[in-house]
T-cell receptor
């Protein structure tokens, strides 16, 4: 059973460009979570999604950030008009519907904004 | 609201010595607790979890943790560490709805030969 997949693993963008991060949850998992880890800090919750629904986006910045988890395909975290402060590691986690309290993490996408 | 405090940002220790990484939490409801490990430039791997039952929880790689409700602690221990245990360790607690994890600031374990 493959784990949580994220791509790309590393992403370099210039200021003002868009960053698109993808996450494929573990097989059978219908809950997806996105976290951000700034340099030398712990992980901070961003958003929680189920298929075609955003359940909790209380950790998402109000502007430029959006997330989706379509019926088919991976979950996408989109950052528009990136700024240097967006440079961080972005982690996706997934959990099954029956055991939502245990989250399994992907390897992360490390975004560098030049 | 839940919160997690990891008192030690760095813990240096010699190989084969015992180690304890401290975690204190605050929560107003039933408590689930997790320890994750992050190796350099990698994602988080679940070490162990407390959901209910025995307060002593055994995890992977020889780690264990003890849930202490009266002291609101969930310290992580290993009797003899290896060089390969060098990593960042995070304690986490879910919110009331179970849809997000609140992480502590992390403890960097540095095992020296």
């Amino acid at each position: 059973n493959a784990g949580v997949m994220q791509n790309p693993r590393h992403l370099v963008r210039r200021r003002g460009q868009e960053a698109r991060l993808r996450c494929s949850p573990m097989k059978g998992h219908s809950h997806v979570y996105w976290y951000r880890q700034l340099p030398e800090e712990g992980l901070k919750f961003m958003v929680y999604l189920q298929k075609e629904n955003i359940i909790d986006e209380s950790g998402m910045p109000k502007e430029r950030f959006s997330a989706e988890f379509p019926k088919e395909g991976p979950s996408i975290l989109r950052i528009q008009q990136v700024v240097r402060g967006d440079s961080a590691a972005y982690f996706c986690a997934s959990s099954p519907p029956w055991g939502f309290e245990t989250q399994y993490f992907g390897p992360g996408t490390r975004l560098l904004v030049l | 609201a839940q919160s997690v405090t990891q008192l030690d940002s760095q813990v240096p220790v010699f190989e084969e010595a015992p180690v304890e990484l401290r975690c204190n939490y605050s929560s107003s409801v039933s408590v689930y607790l997790f320890w994750y490990v992050q190796y350099p430039n990698q994602g988080l791997q679940l070490l162990l979890k407390y959901l209910s039952g025995s307060t002593l929880v055994k995890g992977i790689n020889g780690f264990e943790a003890e849930f202490n409700k009266s002291q609101t602690s969930f310290h992580l221990r290993k009797p003899s560490v290896h060089i390969s245990d060098t990593a960042e360790y995070f304690c986490a607690v879910p919110n009331n709805a179970g849809n997000m994890l609140t992480f502590g600031g992390g403890t960097r374990l540095m095992v020296k030969p």
